[in-house]
């Protein structure tokens, strides 16, 4: 399963994009503010853009099974999960039905739905991966 997140929105305080799952759009997504090569704040900064390993694992912060991205330079823990704005995130992708500037909503919907998704690629036994551009 190919998972594909294309940053459309850039602001002072969060960055908004669009999820899709093998080419067909599934929801919004909300990271941190996107920031220079090699500048990084602690809890505010988006993820590189790239390719990377999803693995649905126990999240010690959230204590249930989460996504999490594998070898993340620099970061350590990204997940995919609920929430609404960049207060949420801690590195974080955010996923939602709608959006608005440094916002989205639904949020808890979005991730149910395509956390179903992600459960039953695994079952199948697809590996799962996601590409930031």
Request: hydrophobic share 40%.
């Amino acid at each position: 399963m190919k998972l594909t997140l294309r940053r459309t929105t850039f602001t002072q305080h969060s960055t908004i994009g669009e999820l899709s799952i093998d080419g067909v759009f599934e929801c919004y997504t909300l990271e941190d503010v996107v920031r220079d090569d090699g500048v990084k704040v602690f809890g505010e900064t988006a993820i590189g853009t790239g390719s990377y390993k999803v693995e649905l694992t126990q999240s010690p912060r959230f204590k249930r099974v989460l996504p999490l991205l594998v070898d993340v330079k620099n970061f350590v823990g990204v997940r995919i999960h609920p929430g609404n704005s960049a207060k949420d995130t801690l590195g974080c992708i955010l996923v939602g039905r709608t959006k608005q500037i440094d916002w989205i909503g639904l949020s808890g919907l979005a991730f149910a739905q395509l956390f179903l998704k992600l459960e039953n690629a695994v079952k199948r036994g697809e590996g799962i991966t996601l590409e930031i551009t």
